[in-house]
């Protein structure tokens, strides 16, 4: 009998086949002391495991590329922090063996960050899959990952780490449902860069029995089970022809009236340059620059390592717009050289602007590699600061590109309430605004942007969320400047009509996107945008909102 259960869609599409579960490692090894003498043996064999699980995400970061390689590298420091291994080494000195020790380590920084409730618990689950796969090699059983299946299959897990999500096979994992996650998970962006249709923060996914067929919709973030032959039918078909119209959107974004909505790409580094090339991003919104730097925590990369990077970016867009987001650092992003140490709530805490504030020197080189790729190419660079609270903040900044001799446009993230409250007065300092939404949503409704149990705050369709957005965009006109948005919230085609309803005036997103944005904001005039926005406003939760812009724009 069909039933139908909810999660949050967070990638586009359709997937209908067969459950297969994700397999895990042990995950409590024994608990037994260990002679004295075998310690420093105990020791060694830990050290080695780390080394060796670390390689192993770096090697598979090398052949996902992009976005997700500079994830898994961040995994792979993780996997290697010394304060972790020195408590590893201590319980060992006192009789644990290199997995009891390696196991009780991790959870006690687990139950650290838990407990604090910072902004860093959202990274439980890939401090989970580290700790997983260090003691699934001391044991020697099988590393946790991906079920080995020839026919293709909507993978179920609890969570997934990422480096399961960067080497999901597109042709075999149709699809995939987590229990917990959010929207802006690491798991939920990597979907969305792979193309891969996913549902996350579906409580009693892990229920669903093994060979159980499923249709999943990534959009709506619905799961049919043991879905009917209609409902197979109808939503196969609703799919081909989603593709059928994507495959002939072209040109730049804009509304059926002519109404322009530039739509430009998120990427990470240059390895997604070609993605964003070929959906036809007009450009890039938000180039995360911090993984240049999480290659290694222990110093900034040199001026000349950053200037191959950027340029390579640059090149790739000629009279094209890239906006550079400076060095994101602090929070889940710590740097040993930049961000400080034992901060009680990092996600309040120096990050951002702030360390970069903190560290002159830093902010320096990175603008100036910037001014020095940008120079002689026929590119709109534009550079903005992320976290930026006042219009101090906004100053300083725009001080700092001057004194840079930066030739470029000078921005300000927004993502704290109080920028978006007081978004004319930043907008005396700086030349455009972008809105980070991820962010902005998880300072407005107090919750971190990777708890699921939060998820319904996170969502963008908040109708609070949507009044900052709102009031960001008409200081921004008001100032006769420009106003985007750049976190995931564009990449939702329907709120993507909303958002241009608002007033912004530029869309970024995962490249994956953009068709389905495209395809969609071409269906409607300006006019109905900004009916689906104000219906969107008047409503009194997320789920009223999406029912009433989705109502006016179906005209019923």
Not at 178 to 201: D, F, K, M, N, Q
């Amino acid at each position: 009998m069909e039933t139908t259960l909810r999660g949050v869609g967070v990638s586009h599409g359709v997937a209908i086949g067969e459950v297969r579960h994700m397999g895990t490692a042990v995950l409590e090894p024994p608990a037994k002391q260990i002679p004295a003498e075998d310690a420093e043996r105990e020791q060694g064999r830990a050290r080695q495991a780390v080394e060796a699980v670390a390689a192993d995400l770096v090697a598979r970061g090398n052949l996902a590329g992009g976005e997700a390689q500079h994830v898994l590298e961040a995994q792979a420091m993780m996997a290697q922090d010394p304060e972790l291994m020195a408590d590893v080494d201590r319980r060992i000195a006192v009789g644990s063996t290199a997995e009891r020790g390696v196991y009780d380590a991790f959870a006690s920084y687990r139950a650290l960050l838990a407990n604090a409730g910072e902004y860093l618990a959202g990274r439980v689950a890939d401090l989970d899959d580290v700790r997983n796969r260090i003691v699934a090699r001391l044991l020697g059983v099988p590393m946790p990952g991906v079920p080995d299946s020839d026919e293709p299959y909507v993978l179920i897990a609890r969570d997934l780490a990422p480096a399961d999500t960067a080497l999901l096979d597109p042709t075999l994992v149709l699809g995939f449902v987590t229990e917990e996650g959010g929207p802006t998970s690491h798991s939920a962006i990597l979907a969305r860069a792979l193309g891969v249709p996913a549902v996350v923060a579906l409580p009693g996914a892990g229920e669903l029995a093994e060979g159980t067929v499923i249709a999943v919709d990534g959009s709506t973030g619905e799961i049919f089970v043991e879905p009917s032959a209609e409902k197979r039918a109808e939503m196969e078909s609703a799919a081909a022809a989603r593709k059928a119209a994507l495959s002939t959107s072209t040109g730049p974004g804009a509304t059926s009236d002519g109404h322009k909505m530039p739509l430009l790409a998120n990427i990470g580094g240059p390895g997604d340059v070609p993605a964003a090339v070929e959906a036809g991003a007009e450009g890039v919104g938000l180039f995360r620059t911090e993984f240049l730097f999480l290659d290694d925590s222990k110093q900034a990369p040199s001026e000349e390592k950053q200037i191959t990077a950027y340029r390579a970016v640059l090149e790739a867009f000629p009279e094209g717009r890239v906006v550079v987001r400076v060095l994101d650092a602090g929070a889940d992003k710590p740097l040993d050289f930049l961000t400080p140490a034992d901060e009680p709530n990092p996600a309040l805490g120096v990050r951002g602007l702030r360390s970069l504030l903190d560290h002159p020197d830093v902010l320096r080189t990175q603008l100036t590699a910037l001014s020095k790729a940008a120079a002689g190419l026929p590119v709109y660079l534009e550079v903005m600061a992320p976290m930026v609270a006042d219009r101090a903040d906004a100053k300083a900044f725009a001080d700092a590109c001057r004194a840079a001799g930066l030739r470029a446009k000078f921005g300000a993230m927004v993502e704290i309430p109080s920028a978006a409250l007081r978004a004319r007065s930043v907008l005396q300092e700086v030349e455009f605004l972008s809105l980070g939404t991820n962010d902005l949503a998880q300072y407005t409704f107090a919750a971190d942007r990777q708890v699921g149990a939060v998820s319904r705050l996170q969502d963008p369709w908040q109708p609070a969320l949507l009044d900052l957005v709102a009031m960001s965009a008409d200081a921004a006109k008001a100032e006769g400047k420009s106003c985007g948005v750049c976190g995931e919230a564009a990449s939702d085609p329907l709120l993507a009509c909303v958002l241009t309803g608002l007033g912004v005036t530029s869309l970024s997103m995962g490249a994956a996107s953009i068709p389905y944005v495209r395809t969609t904001l071409a269906k409607y005039t300006l006019a109905q945008c900004e009916r689906a926005a104000s219906a969107a406003r008047a409503a009194d939760s997320a789920e009223d909102a999406r029912v009433a812009a989705q109502a006016v724009l179906s005209g019923e």
